[in-house]
């Protein structure tokens, strides 16, 4: 799946599409236990009513990092990439 902004950045209508792709691949309702999701606090992820509702509806737990700290928190980033 790929979408794009003129501007480059991400906004909420492009997450929510990618979203409903993760919980079409995902299927986190038919799980027993809710899935974590863990994302930057962007305010496409963090401030879009519809895109809260629809994560309770899929039993979706997200997880926001830190602002300015997703670098130095991403596990590849640590780990593998070693930024």
Known sequence: MGGANPTG????????????????????????????????????????VSLIDKVRENNVIILSLQPRTTQKMQPLDRSFFKT
């Open 9 to 48: 950045w991400i906004n909420s209508e492009l997450f929510e599409t990618w979203f409903d792709n993760f919980t079409t691949c995902v299927q986190p309702k038919s799980r027993t236990h809710p899935t974590l999701l863990v994302l930057n606090g962007h305010k496409s992820h963090t401030k879009n």
